[in-house]
T-cell receptor
Framework: DSGVTQTPKHLITATGQRVTLRCSPR?????VYWYQQSLDQGLQFLIQ???????AKGNILERFSAQQFPDLHSELNLSSLELGDSALYFC?????????????FGAGSRLTVL | AQSVAQPEDQVNVAEGNPLTVKCTYS??????LFWYVQYPNRGLQFLLK??????LVKGSYGFEAEFNKSQTSFHLKKPSALVSDSALYFC?????????????FGRGTSLIVHP
């Protein structure tokens, strides 16, 4: 167990729907990162939060949004889902948001859009 | 801009033989370099990192990596492969010159160790 908890582990939904993925970072970590892993795109950075504030944005679609709450857990909201959104979504955390921080990854949430 | 390349999608090696998983990078400043491993149905796990100092970095599970500045490479190595080393390996780089603090990951290399 890495200490990073992601729910749900698996999610199957239909096109056009909206889902929320949840992440609880490792105890003591202030920074949360969201990544999307797919066979054709590899591991793509979506967005980072540090202590409740957005710190960096990557290849995140406008249909996707995220936030980090005061208790440091984070949620990734995916709306108007398309078939191509089917992927494994990882949350990772680190103590700080800068430097040579090692990321601790959760086990991922596998999203299937039918 | 920072980028990383893993030129091999798959590496096959016999158990007991040495293994190498290749990684090359491109940064504007100095690199922070990382290797992570992903086992089936699991998240990525940290193996080792290079920030500065000795070019040979030792990490978890007997893995090591050699930083070569002139060749901009950071190849992962292990003297004697185990079947249990079979997994997906990711190299990542972060440029220390500022800008993005987010590591960029390679596409991953599937290591298959045959009994």
């Amino acid at each position: 167990d890495s200490g990073v908890t992601q729910t749900p582990k698996h999610l199957i939904t239909a096109t056009g729907q909206r889902v929320t993925l949840r992440c609880s970072p490792r105890s003591g970590d202030l920074s949360v990162y969201w990544y999307q892993q797919s066979l054709d795109q590899g591991l793509q950075f979506l967005i980072q939060y540090y202590n409740g504030e957005e710190r960096a944005k990557g290849n995140i679609l406008e249909r996707f949004s995220a936030q980090q709450f005061p208790d440091l857990h984070s949620e990734l909201n995916l709306s108007s889902l398309e078939l191509g959104d089917s992927a494994l979504y990882f949350c990772a955390s680190s103590v700080r948001g800068v430097g040579a921080n090692v990321l601790t990854f959760g086990a991922g949430s596998r999203l299937t859009v039918l | 801009a920072q980028s990383v390349a893993q030129p091999e999608d798959q590496v096959n090696v016999a158990e007991g033989n040495p293994l190498t998983v290749k990684c090359t990078y491109s940064v504007s400043g100095n690199p922070y370099l990382f290797w992570y491993v992903q086992y089936p149905n699991r998240g990525l796990q940290f193996l080792l990192k290079y920030i500065t100092g000795d070019n040979l970095v030792k990490g978890s599970y007997g893995f090591e990596a050699e930083f070569n500045k002139s060749q901009t490479s950071f190849h992962l190595k292990k003297p004697s492969a185990l079947v249990s080393d079979s997994a997906l390996y990711f190299c990542a780089v972060r440029d220390d010159s500022g800008g993005s603090y987010i590591p960029t990951f390679g596409r991953g290399t599937s290591l298959i160790v045959h009994p």
